[in-house]
């Protein structure tokens, strides 16, 4: 079955300072990838994906990833943090079996907090 | 766009009671799902609809818990009866289906508390 790991609960950025967010995947294939987050009482806003093509993709918010096929990771990434930042992120896969769309399988989350 | 429609957006219930959500996914998809969020547990998929067909319900917790998908534009997701395990957040999401079936967007979420 496929899993998604965080291994980082929390994690504590002083505001400018570059975020890296770690996330691995274990798939027998190359799955899709994501990364949404949420902000406090809101619903998951997709960030970015991977499809397939350039290992490194741009998203929003100046967010980025990098898929390393041969580390099974796809880290999120921003090379300067701002306040408002802070929320919780999520890394998914999707997988497909042939029967039409399926659900996302996510990470239990890494809660980023900001130090100003 | 409205984006996807939860209803209600927080809920308080008492153990024993039928509860009921309701989702409103974006015009023109044809895929829903239903997620449950919690501290222990994280984001879980519960069932998922293609063009109003429930797919997969393997991650439905239990008898206790029904969805369904009347039409294109209204699911809902039934608890009965409620107990004080299942209060978490509740997520409806909807994706474009055939063309982008993995391109999901998520409903504000129902913050579902049974005491």
């Known amino acids: 079955a496929q899993s998604v790991t965080q291994p980082d609960i929390h994690i504590t950025v002083s505001e400018g300072a570059s975020l890296e967010l770690r996330c691995n995947y274990s798939?027998?294939?190359?799955?899709?990838l994501f990364w949404y987050v949420q902000s406090p009482g809101q619903g998951l806003q997709l960030l970015l994906k991977?499809?397939?093509?350039?290992?490194l993709v741009q998203g929003i918010k100046g967010f980025e990833a990098e898929f390393k096929r041969s580390q099974s990771s796809f880290n999120l990434r921003k090379p300067s943090v701002h306040w408002s930042d802070a929320a919780e992120y999520f890394c998914a896969v999707w997988m497909y079996s042939g029967g039409g769309a399926d659900g996302l399988t996510f990470g239990k989350g890494t809660h980023l907090i900001i130090q100003p | 766009d409205a984006g996807v429609i939860q209803s209600p957006r927080h809920e308080v219930t008492e153990m024993g009671q039928e509860v009921t959500l309701r989702c409103k996914p974006i015009s023109g998809h044809n895929s829903l799902f239903w997620y449950r969020q919690t501290m222990m547990r994280g984001l879980e998929l519960l069932i998922y609809?293609?063009?109003?067909?429930?797919?997969?319900d393997s991650g439905m917790p239990e008898d206790r818990f029904s969805a369904k998908m009347p039409n294109a534009s209204f699911s809902t997701l039934k608890i009965q009866p409620s107990e004080p395990r299942d209060s978490a957040v509740y997520f409806c999401?909807?994706?474009?289906?055939?063309?982008?079936?993995?391109?999901?967007?998520f409903g504000p979420g129902t913050r579902l508390t049974v005491t």
């Open positions: 609809f293609n063009n109003n067909v429930p797919i997969d």
């Open positions: 798939y027998g294939a190359t799955p899709y």
């Open positions: 991977y499809f397939s093509g350039d290992t």
């Open positions: 999401a909807s994706a474009p289906g055939d063309s982008h079936p993995y391109e999901q967007y």
